[in-house]
């Protein structure tokens, strides 16, 4: 029983280790990772290489396909392109099974020992992030001879071998089995070390570990269809296509699997490499035969998933793609697009909020009223969104921008519940009355929602671009309306002293909606806090005027 407990912790070992290293790559390469990506689109031969690459970093094909079926959803990339780019991506998961089929068991403890120095010493820099990884690929080598270690007394067990015996050499069983343990565990790297481990033990014969290896590519292309069983159609079609394309493959590898054996033992002596071996040379073959195709089976998998059509739901969720969750990068920018259309929801409301209180109209009103439920979906719908996001694999300035979208998003929240507010009031005190505001009044308040719109799209700007001059502008914006609060406070006054009638009637209604209109614009200009905070450009209570003057030109 220990023995077997050894066994199982090791694979655990391996499949974190993989895990570790996907997400420390990700981490320190994410931006650049998806600029190779979007590059390599031009042909087929820079797209195999791309892919080759990328998945060499990052240690999993299935990561590389889920961050192409990202690009896929928002029509960055065609679907003959990327499946180019995953034949290469499978080609490098093979090439790095083939390096951790040496015997690196003098690097283990290297990696691990280095990569912990460089991890604690330098924990929030990037030598520290990549210390994260150099300890990924220490446990990974450190997991295959824990393996070894733990299969050496379950093979010498005379039960185990009597069982072994029994089991059939049928190899649709074989692959199935081993498209089962990758979805498993999530990664058909670890699948395919630990197919070369067992084997050469002893505890499978090489014919099942080859039949397993093929398990493992099918797995691979299930695991991604998976993963994108519930996003939209232009992101299904690039993991259905890589899919077809593994199981074509090991359609035409198994009737020459019997004849593969006898070949691979003339070509490598030792059977941990024969095992790793079959699998480069299936993922080169694949990549060799089916290159010329990918543009064929993309227009037929167009054509199978096709894009849906627009419904009438146009103010739910749009770009919160969860294939793109895992990309860290990439899926902070769908975040970042979908406040900005919240914000156009909000934009939307105040918009019409003055033809409310200008035409009293009931009607336009009520509809106002119910797009601020579409603002708190949209508000839930992106927080929840944002903790789906491995805060782990983000960098620092990753996860700065992780906490400005959620800010944003709780501003603009914030924004529309006052929005529905004031029309409440404005029905209740005005409309079903049938009151009106001097024209004064009016005056002050068209000009108030006037900077009020202008303020919205300059903070929606500055969430966009972050730039310091606009930041500096807007939160400037907070005391110039603050200063046009107390001012047409103080000309209401001056008209209920002069015994105005309309003034006296709509007093209460006036001064609540000029403070609620100074309380939407404090919010707008909050936007700007951590832009100017993350450029050194406030102080603990203002800010740093002469600062900012020099950043102007910046």
């Not at 914006?477 to 001056?494: P, V």
Request: glycine fraction near 8%; charged fraction near 20%.
């Amino acid at each position: 029983m220990l023995h077997l407990l050894n066994l199982l912790a090791a694979i655990a070992l391996l499949v974190w280790g993989t895990h570790i290293v996907r997400t420390g790559m990700l981490r320190v390469f994410g931006e650049n990772l998806r600029t190779v990506l979007t590059k390599s689109f031009s042909n087929r031969g820079s797209a195999l290489l791309a892919g080759l690459g990328v998945t060499s970093l990052v240690q999993s094909s299935t990561a590389t396909c889920l961050i192409l079926a990202s690009f896929a959803a928002k029509g960055l990339v065609a679907t003959g392109a990327a499946l180019a780019v995953m034949l290469g991506a499978d080609v490098g998961t093979a090439m790095m099974a083939m390096v951790y089929s040496f015997d690196l068991s003098w690097l283990s403890p290297l990696l691990i020992f280095v990569g912990v120095v460089m991890f604690i010493t330098q924990q929030d820099r990037t030598a520290g992030r990549i210390g994260r990884v150099l300890i990924g690929l220490g446990l990974i080598t450190l997991a295959l001879q824990l393996i070894v270690g733990a299969t050496k007394p379950l093979t010498e067990s005379p039960a185990v071998r009597a069982l072994l015996v029994a089991l059939p050499n049928e190899v649709l069983l074989d692959i199935v089995v081993g498209a089962v343990l990758t979805v498993l565990s999530y990664s058909s790297l670890a699948i395919v070390l630990l197919t070369a481990t067992l084997t050469t033990s002893g505890m499978i014969p090489t014919t099942v570990a080859l039949g397993l290896v093929l398990g493992a590519n099918v797995g691979s292309g299930v695991l991604a269809l998976l993963a994108t069983a519930n996003a939209a159609p232009q992101a299904r079609r690039l993991p259905l296509g890589n899919l077809l394309f593994k199981l074509t493959g090991a359609l035409i590898a198994i009737p020459l699997l019997p004849y593969a054996h006898p070949w691979l033992q003339g070509l490598v002596g030792e059977v941990h490499q024969q095992v790793v071996v079959f699998h480069l040379l299936f993922n080169l073959a694949l990549a060799t035969a089916f290159v010329g195709f990918t543009g064929v089976l993309g227009r037929y998998v167009d054509r199978w998933l096709p894009d849906p059509q627009r419904g009438l739901g146009s103010d739910r969720p749009r770009h919160l793609d969860p294939v793109a969750l895992a990309t860290p990068s990439l899926a902070i920018s769908c975040a970042a697009r979908e406040a900005l259309h919240q914000a156009d929801v909000v934009e939307t409301m105040l918009r019409g909020a003055l033809d409310v209180i200008r035409k009293n109209d009931l009607e336009l009103a009520e509809q106002l009223r119910r797009k601020d439920d579409t603002v708190d979906e949209l508000y839930s719908a992106i927080k929840f969104y944002l903790t789906q996001i491995s805060r782990e694999s983000l960098s620092e300035r990753e996860g700065r921008r992780w906490g400005d979208v959620l800010s944003f998003t709780i501003n603009m929240e914030q924004v529309g519940d006052i929005i529905e507010r004031v029309l409440q009031d404005v029905e209740d005190k005005k409309i079903r009355k049938n009151r009106s505001f001097s024209e004064a009044g009016m005056a002050e308040i068209c000009h108030l929602h006037e900077r009020l719109l202008a303020n919205l799209r300059l903070a929606m700007s500055v969430f966009l671009d972050g730039h310091v001059r606009d930041a500096q502008k807007l939160l400037e914006e907070k005391a110039r309306f603050r200063d046009l609060e107390h001012e047409y406070a103080a000309n209401h006054i001056g008209r209920l002293q002069d015994n105005t009638a309309q003034s006296i009637e709509t007093s209460s209604l006036h001064l609540d909606l000029i403070s609620e209109l100074k309380r939407i614009n404090s919010h707008l200009c909050s936007i700007a806090y951590p832009i100017l905070e993350s450029a050194g450009a406030l102080s603990a209570t203002r800010l740093r005027k002469s600062q900012l003057a020099g950043m102007e030109d910046a």
